[in-house]
């Protein structure tokens, strides 16, 4: 059985490009951990805003219940 050979330029050719895989890959994982902790302050801010809206409006429809006749 003959053996494959072995071609060190490939080989590091080969290496180079998975080092940049590899770079690109947590640099993408970085920016991934950023879009979800601005998604997730969104969502408080969202969440915020809607129980400010409901107090407001829940006050405006007691105060026209009460002093609006």
Not at 7 to 12: F, H, R, T
Request: neutral net charge.
């Amino acid at each position: 059985m003959e053996q494959p050979e072995f071609d060190p330029v490939k080989y590091g050719v080969l290496w180079q490009r998975v080092q940049e895989m590899d770079k690109k890959m947590d640099k993408m994982e970085r920016h991934i951990e950023e879009l979800l902790a601005l998604a997730n302050k969104s969502k408080g801010g969202f969440w915020m805003g809607m129980t400010i809206a409901s107090l407001v409006g829940g006050f405006i429809t007691w105060f026209l219940t009460h002093w609006g006749r």
